[in-house]
């Protein structure tokens, strides 16, 4: 892999003259404020980036004609962006003398540059779709998302069924068994009431045959043999006549026959009810278990993936560290962890920056030289000191002695 080999300055910004070979992992440029540090980083990154009229409105030193950032990579490539009142030109050269242009310098970096603030910087989304490059999951988040919001949608439509059916079947009166489900026949009961009404009314009229053929025997000596027949007929009718029909009964059947026949259709209908609740609770639950099995593939996933940064994680709104959304981790964490995810992008040009390197304690800057030499990278830093040692200290726009 390819790394910064010389780096020389010269009227640029706060810096007449400058040159740096690094020789170590972390390479810390050390100083007061306004001394020059911040300018050897934004050299590097102008002249490998490329020149930025935002960032860099004035690249030329005050008092200075023209100035220069050269930059030798341990490849041979060399690197030459100049300055002068009229602007910048770019000149960069393989070690065969082969030209190139800046195309040639991003190929080399990776697709967030150098500087690892760029990666704290990024949205929240942008930021989990940069992790998700770089780290090698078993399953793609995407089509899992995917089918995991189709189920969640599919449960909330068979829940809110599930409500429906619960505030239905608590406003509904028990449901009686299941056997009695037909409705009371009214011509049946009519055609009863008729036929107990007739025979009751035939019965009546043999007794009152009977009543009056006994006066006429006490009367009628005469006609004592009719009268007698006449009575004899009454009797066996009387005797072979079935029991006298309820017709009350019957009547109040009729009357209340509405009423008999709501309840059958209310407790049919909360039969049906029941059923339909059950058979709704009973998919809310499968797709509960579906979603589970969802989450609990995306976990086991993320158990077994290898993230840059141990506790690194992501969820489905951004990063995630130790628990808690990157956003709220320390200034220190995300440089670490930025400057991790940047790592693990894997550019040919294995350098990077850090500008607000103030952030960082000794030990975390410890954890940083870890990192850069770990992975083989170098690390530029800007650090606010007075005091330290320190291979490269900025002066009044110079490297002190």
Excluded: C
């Amino acid at each position: 892999m390819i790394k910064v080999q010389e780096l020389e300055i010269k009227n640029f910004q706060r810096i007449e003259a400058a040159r740096v070979a690094p020789s170590n992992h972390l390479i810390v440029f050390a100083g007061k404020n306004a001394q020059g540090k911040s300018s050897a980083l934004n050299a590097i990154e102008a002249a490998l980036t490329g020149h930025s009229s935002r960032n860099n409105p004035r690249p030329i030193h005050e008092g200075a004609k023209r100035g220069s950032v050269k930059v030798l990579l341990d490849d041979g490539l060399s690197i030459d962006r100049r300055y002068t009142s009229s602007g910048t030109t770019l000149t960069v050269k393989s070690e065969d003398g082969g030209k190139h242009g800046q195309s040639k310098l991003s190929d080399l970096i990776g697709s967030l540059g150098l500087d690892v603030s760029r990666f704290t910087n990024l949205g929240e989304k942008e930021q989990r779709a940069t992790l998700l490059e770089v780290v090698q999951l078993p399953f793609s988040p995407s089509a899992l998302d995917t089918r995991r919001k189709a189920v969640f949608d599919a449960r909330t439509d068979v829940n809110a069924e599930v409500r429906k059916l619960k505030a239905i079947a608590e406003g509904m009166p028990e449901a009686t068994a299941p056997g009695i489900t037909e409705e009371v026949s009214f011509s049946d009961l009519a055609e009863q009431f008729r036929q107990g009404e007739d025979l009751n009314r035939r019965i009546g009229e043999a007794e009152m045959r009977a009543v009056r053929a006994n006066d006429e025997v006490q009367r009628l000596r005469s006609e004592l043999s009719r009268a007698e027949q006449v009575l004899k007929q009454a009797h066996e009718l009387v005797d072979t006549a079935p029991p006298r029909v309820d017709t009350e009964a019957i009547q109040a059947r009729i009357d209340s026959i509405e009423e008999t026949n709501r309840g059958i259709r209310e407790s049919n209908r909360a039969l049906q009810v029941h059923a339909d609740l059950a058979n709704a609770t009973g998919e809310s639950d499968k797709l509960t278990a579906a979603l589970e099995e969802i989450d609990q593939a995306k976990r086991d996933g993320l158990a077994a993936a290898v993230f840059p940064v141990p506790g690194l994680a992501f969820d489905d709104e951004g990063l995630l560290y130790n628990g808690v959304p990157f956003s709220r981790a320390s200034d220190a964490e995300k440089i670490l962890i930025s400057a991790a995810m940047m790592i693990a992008q894997k550019p040919k040009l294995q350098a990077l920056i850090v500008r607000n390197g103030n952030n960082l304690d000794e030990s975390h800057l410890n954890e940083l030289r870890a990192m850069a030499e770990a992975h083989d990278f170098q690390i530029f830093v800007e650090l606010v000191a007075e005091h330290g040692n320190f291979e490269y200290v900025f002066h009044e726009g110079n490297l002190a002695d």
